[in-house]
Nanobody
Framework: EVQLQASGGGLVQAGGSLRLSCAAS????????VGWFRQAPGEESKGVSC????????YYSDPVKGRFTISVDNMKNTVYLQMNDLKPEDSAVYYC???????????????????WGQGTLVTVSS
């Protein structure tokens, strides 16, 4: 059974750090684009950070550039999102998604559909 398991959320003070994990089972991230998305209450889901299916290109949304880092551990079949200098506006439910590069338009870094994990809640207090 294919699953994505997101974890690592929690409550942190502004300026703090968290590392989110997205663990895959039933498939490997090799050849998959993986992305982190977030949805705050009353808002639409937005892309936060992605890594391409070749795992050589990354994307960061403007609000998180310079503060968040996406990485892949192929041995653990896990994608991480290191979040530093967290701000209250980073509070949201964070989801990870993965999609085979073969199903994506050329040069697209972020998943469009594919597999989605359950969310993990990040709350940043001021």
């Amino acid at each position: 059974e294919v699953q994505l398991q997101a974890s690592g959320g929690g409550l942190v003070q502004a300026g703090g750090s968290l590392r989110l994990s997205c663990a895959a089972s039933g498939f490997t991230f090799d050849g998959y684009a993986v992305g982190w998305f977030r949805q705050a209450p009353g808002e639409e889901s937005k892309g936060v950070s992605c890594i391409s299916s070749s795992h050589t290109s990354t994307y960061y949304s403007d609000p998180v550039k310079g503060r968040f880092t996406i990485s892949v551990d192929n041995m653990k079949n896990t994608v991480y999102l290191q979040m530093n200098d967290l701000k209250p506006e980073d509070s949201a439910v964070y989801y990870c998604a993965a999609e085979s590069g073969g199903r994506l338009p050329r040069k697209r870094i972020c998943p469009l559909n594919g597999y989605w994990g359950q969310g993990t809640l990040v709350t940043v207090s001021s």
